[in-house]
């Protein structure tokens, strides 16, 4: 065996989404963030195009910025008979309660030579691996994907191009909750053996 194997499976089965909600204001370091996206970029990739792109969002300043543009998307873009004031109030707290938000980004290949959705799933990749590193460290995460990421402004705001894709929100902070349990269908629900 070249790695221990049930470190790394208590670590798989350990990474749970953690909510804003539920962090203290326990700063998480830039080096942590540095180490978390140092992870993410190991992912695989077909055709070495590696699509993923990182905005973090760290100062509270920038931090406010996010939360007043997806409060105003929101209330602007969102069909009243959907909007909810629960819903508002979170999208806005969000950004303000968590200590780290790193906007995902599918950055479209100048080439297209790989199909689209495996450059999407080139970054979901990433991303597991930095939810994964977050979860070593002790760090919640949540991946978040509002209907707002979507829209024109949001993507004016991250100044991206029209062929690439926000594909969500990844929150982080220090949980002030005892760390969640989950469950998975066993094997043989989700297996074909041939
Ligand atoms: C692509 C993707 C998008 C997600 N978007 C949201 C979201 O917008 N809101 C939310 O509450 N959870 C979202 N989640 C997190 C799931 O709710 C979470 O993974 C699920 O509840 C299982 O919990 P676990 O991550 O602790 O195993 C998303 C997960 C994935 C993979």
Redesign the pocket.
């Known amino acids: 065996m070249k790695y221990n194997l049930s470190e790394i499976t208590d670590l798989i089965k350990d990474?749970?989404?953690i909510?804003p909600e539920q962090y203290t204001s326990r700063q998480v370091q830039k080096e942590q963030v540095e180490k978390i996206l140092n992870n993410a970029i190991w992912a695989p990739t077909h055709g070495n195009t590696q699509p993923w792109r990182f905005q973090v969002f760290m100062s509270e300043e920038s931090r406010e910025e996010l939360s007043r543009l997806l409060g105003t998307l929101y209330v602007e873009k969102i069909p009243s008979e959907k909007q909810n004031s629960m819903k508002l109030a979170k999208i806005i707290s969000r950004p303000l309660k968590s200590s780290v938000v790193v906007a995902i980004i599918m950055k479209r290949d100048e080439t297209e030579k790989i199909a689209e959705i495996e450059e999407i799933e080139a970054v979901?990749c990433a991303?597991q691996n930095m939810h994964l590193t977050c979860t070593a460290y002790g760090i919640g995460g949540?991946?978040?994907?509002?209907k707002m990421i979507n829209f024109t402004e949001f993507k004016d705001f991250l100044k991206i191009g029209e062929k690439d894709k926000c594909?969500?929100l990844f929150y982080m902070g220090y949980p002030d909750i005892e760390w969640?349990k989950?469950h998975r269908k066993p094997l043989e629900y989700v297996t074909e053996w041939k």
């Not at 949540?142 to 509002?146: E, L, Q």
């Open positions: 990474r749970r989404t909510y979901a991303v949540f991946w978040a994907t509002p594909l969500g969640p989950a």
